[in-house]
């Protein structure tokens, strides 16, 4: 996409065909633009095997498969046979007879006159014996044109003459004495069919894509921000700033910026994007069509695994760009996730392979406010599989709130070769830092909200509210506040986290915070709540090693959730309010005169909200309206 | 599958259409057998729109999406308008012509003509507006045909009165007084269409498929093992004996009982399988395909996607199976598990919902035996989501042997509404537990292995070497027996843990050990190293709450990986027995003489690792072929 000069082979095998991912890939064609995209040839190689056993399309009636191929969209040109030279020569035509018909769509296209409708770009069924040239037979089996060829054909040549005579055989079938002279090199001839080095399939950029990266043209991130007067005050969607944002970074880099979503980026609140680009689609588009053009540039297509691809494709060839997707479903993708994780974890090792655009994720319609889904639409999944990775690649930012948002994501649009997952809601969210405290917060990772608590740093408070992720810090907020208002001889401390791999200690992550750090925002020995966003586990985890972890209490997703209110969801992962007070009167090292009435109070608002929810379909207006008292309580 | 009478009716969205995962899944007619299974009816209902957009299939045309199912082997019926009442009666007959098309060919397989080929069986594609009969339009922009009508197409009925007249006017163009008698009940006319309750879908048992399970015929797993008269000494392929264990399952249960396997049946080393059944196939086979045919029960697809699809569809209806892959694959197909575990897990909450045979799993070709693949490979991903699950569903078991391994199928397969992760490695591994200790190993999750250390008992160890996965298991003996070989006054306790769940608290989980048995095992201030087999946090997050966690120091996978030897994993990733050494000695409580010396020795032999294999491309010959030795080492 946006290469329009370059053409890429893939070869498909029939095994690797038979996977749902790539079968869902072959559309990708439907919004592939020949004036300014370049082009994919696919050659589906049709041996007719995968390990054990024979594959589907090997083994369907072939004007099946050239029906199927049609019916994708493709010219099928179809070489088979297994005689030498002639298979060469018509592959070579194939190949010729492709190359023209791509460029004559794009050229075509090129011209000037306007594209409505998507071409029929050519593909390839290469059909030839698996193992072909191989040992044809071993011990009396036939191996060539079998799955028994996949692996090693010749399994015994160490201890068996006759499978040893056999592999003598076999590699003298390829006429060394004509390819190498008798130092070992090779022979004129061959060297002679090696193209220049400019042609060369390493002395492709686009194979090392880091060297043709360009730093965005970014905007100035804090032109985008919210005006915070007071904290927690003001309901913003967040990721609808991000979505402003997207937009000018669309409007700087046409050609080198893209945003990939399945199908949401309204209802993720990104559409600011379509004031500047339509969604890209070369399909039939019709008059009551809007955003959605051959000329547009957002990918929507229904498919986490088209998108997560297509991005994979576009950061490794250089250029920038962001999936988008709701929480739950980025579990659909994520084994392409670990791999690509795993990519630019050895990419990183080789001192030739320039880094590339980092692979940008934002979760959002996250478990805790998918309002009119459930239950499916509930899991925090991919924060459990990211933090896994080295520390060298993998990033998990939780912003609390529009600000932080802006800052996270202005630093991982500048990033390269990590893959950054960033995690808010899409719902309106109360706002809690002014841009330049949010700057500061995000680029320290985790910091104590002195306005949010009562503990004035003197000495150390008697609980540690710790917090990661917009609505669980709303909740712990709004805690602490409960509890300066009942038990205001408590010293309570709130401190939030941006960065999650701030929490893990410095040997083991780039980003882990220092020793002093850490033990001046958790101390070395205060009881901390910690509501978190995910599953606990994964805090436990993280906070491996540093002093005294079984004081931390994580409270999270609990995998407890339906269609439900949104504060009843915190209700029924006992991450609310009330339960967070609650655990802090259990875990403070003395007991305030008023402890147990607040007990009786919190469970007494607990059993009030079930009543409400089930009355009147949606939260207590003292809950649903709340905010944080610009005055802090005096007693 | 193996469900003859039943006609399944699938109604698929152009939306959902454009998954990869659902595009995969139209090949299930290529393993289809109309002699001994159903039959399902595909709607592929095309309005066009998704979201916020038009579709790929909605907007092709429509000769292409014609032909596209045509090559994948369907017959295709399409119906097509928005004329009313027509469009019931061309949709009627579309269907009755699918049913009569469905049993003709089901009575031609079953009349005793044996079936070469996949027949053609029908789909339909039904196009009819989106949003047909809602408000067409709405603030004079066209709602009826587009995406606009996809969730609530009338926003403002409580505020606006025009919204809330064309809502009116839409619920009365169903004409609810031919509907509804004045009491508000459906009248006579309603109730006529009603089927009897006896062809109610809810009276389908297949729909509550639990009603429908019996338990499988199992043989006595105790016949198939492994005799072991002195641990650490024999190797053994586990997995083999667990697939002659699953062909006797097989056998007995011919119609409610198969594996699912992505190709690897054989790789996995579960062929015992094609003694009894081959693999099943409705494509053409041809003389040199070895156990593959019609008849076959083994479902072999280079899809995770449908081989985990498959077997839901299974379990559903009360029937047993086994999904089998390599480890690192798991990932692909993650996300089902997760929606699966959802579904059990909201489905034990409803009481008329009878349980189902559970979702059996099992991991093999591990992370840390993938000798001739690597990185891409070697991922515990599975563990680590399967964990967060409800305790009332989540179940993981890593048994290190033979033994073990068929005490764990055993109860995995007599299981109802679990999900069964089981992960061992599939390459020759030492035995440890003769049959009766393994069934009561695996009855208590988790045991003192008294012949492995030099604890006596009277007192507390020095240090705990615990271990959990087979492969790591291995380097925890090892570990010991170095240690008493070098440093006899240390007092070395090894913990193995073959049920994961035992670790966490039994208030979070059924599984959980009781307090008592964890500080038997573990102490409550003895420093553990804990060897295992998934990534190190997983285990971090489960002992959460036991005593002491900090003392836990847990060695894993750390993504440290590639193509190597089998012990050249446990190096690179610090989980080899050296390094556990080199732990043990940094976490005893006290230093006996000869300490310093063995670090040097541990660091030594590290170094001619590295060496050896570089030059031999394999282990070095004391490691490759250590074995336990029969009598403790006296000194």
């Known amino acids: 996409m ?24 072959w559309k990708g064609i439907s919004f592939l633009n020949p004036a300014r995209d370049g082009a994919v040839l696919p050659v589906l190689h049709l041996n007719g095997a995968k390990i054990a056993g024979p594959t589907v399309l090997g083994r369907k009636p072939a004007d099946e498969v050239r029906s199927l191929f049609e019916g994708h969209g493709y010219e099928v040109i179809e070489v088979s046979g297994d005689d030498l030279p002639g298979m060469h020569h018509r592959f070579a035509g194939a190949l010729g007879h492709a190359y023209r018909t791509i460029t004559g769509i794009q050229e075509s296209a090129r011209s000037g006159r306007k594209y409505h409708r998507r071409p029929r770009w050519p593909m390839i069924i290469l059909r030839s014996p ?35 005579q056999l592999l003598e055989n076999w590699l003298r079938s390829y006429r060394p004495e004509e390819l190498f002279n008798e130092g070992g090199f ?9 193209p220049p080095r400019s042609l060369q399939l390493s002395a492709s950029a686009h194979a090392n894509g880091g060297r043709l990266t360009r730093d965005l043209d970014l905007p100035d991130f804090r032109s985008f921000a919210v005006t915070v007067t007071h904290p927690g005050t003001e309901l913003v969607e967040s990721t609808r700033r991000f979505g402003d944002l997207l937009a000018e970074v669309y409007q700087r880099n046409p050609q080198t910026f893209r945003l990939f979503c399945p199908d949401e980026t309204n209802s993720n609140r990104l559409g600011s994007v379509f004031d500047v680009s339509d969604r890209a689609f070369m399909e039939r588009v019709t008059p009551d069509d809007v955003k959605i053009s051959s000329t547009g540039r957002v990918m929507e297509v229904l498919s986490e695994h088209s998108c997560h691809g297509w991005l994979e494709g576009y950061t490794l060839t250089g250029r920038h760009g962001l999936f988008a997707t709701y929480e739950a479903f980025a579990m659909v993708s994520a084994s392409q996730t670990i791999q690509h994780s795993k990519w630019l974890e050895e990419a990183s090792r ?16 996250t478990a805790w406010r998918n309002d009119h889904n459930g239950f499916s639409h509930q ?15 993998s990033r998990v930012y939780l912003p609390p709130d529009a600000n932080c948002l802006l800052a996270v994501a202005d630093h991982c649009l500048r990033s390269r070769s990590y893959v950054n997952l960033i995690v808010i809601d899409k719902q309106p969210q109360l706002q809690w830092l002014p841009i330049d405290q949010a700057i500061e917060h995000c680029a320290r990772g985790a910091s104590i909200w002195t306005w949010a608590g009562n503990d004035d ?24 506040q409960i509890l300066q208002e009942h038990l205001p001889q408590l010293q309570v401390r709130v401190v939030n986290v941006v960065d ?6 410095p040997k083991d992550h780039p980003h882990g915070m220092s020793e002093v750090l850490f033990s001046e925002l958790f101390t070395d020995s205060v009881n901390v709540i910690f509501a978190f966003h995910g599953f606990p586990g994964a805090v436990h985890q993280l906070i491996h090693g540093r002093p005294n972890t079984d004081r931390f209490h994580v409270r999270g997703f609990i995998e407890q959730g339906t269609t439900t209110t949104p504060f009843d969801m915190t209700v029924k992962n006992r991450v609310s309010r009330f339960h967070l007070v609650m655990d802090a009167i259990h875990n403070s090292p003395h007991t305030p005169r008023g402890s147990a009435d607040l007990l009786t109070w919190c469970a007494r608002r607990l059993h009030e909200h079930e009543g409400y929810i089930i009355e009147h379909l949606e939260d207590l207006p003292d809950i649903k309206n709340w905010t944080l008292s610009p005055q802090p309580p005096t007693h």
Chains 1, 2 share one sequence.
């Open 2 to 25: 946006d290469n329009p000069d370059l053409l890429a082979v893939a070869v498909v095998g029939d095994g690797e065909a038979e996977t749902g991912p790539l079968e869902g890939s």
């Open 186 to 194: 090779p022979t004129d001839l061959v060297l002679a069919a090696n």
């Open 379 to 393: 899991g925090p999944g991919l924060i459990q599989i990211v933090i896994t990775h080295r520390g060298e690649v």
């Open 350 to 365: 080789l001192s030739w392979r320039a880094k590339v655009p980092s692979l940008n994720v934002l979760l959002t319609s």
């Open 457 to 480: 740093g003197s000495r150390e408070p008697d609980i540690v509210l710790a917090c990661a992720g917009d609505v669980v810090t709303m909740e712990t907020v709004a805690a602490a």
């Open 130 to 164: 698996k193992g072909w040239t191989g040992p044809s037979e071993v011990d009396g089996v036939k191996v060539t044109g079998t799955w028994r060829s996949h692996q090693v054909p010749l399994a015994g040549v160490r201890e068996n003459p006759e499978h040893l």
């Open 500 to 505: 999650l791999m701030a929490l893990i200690r």
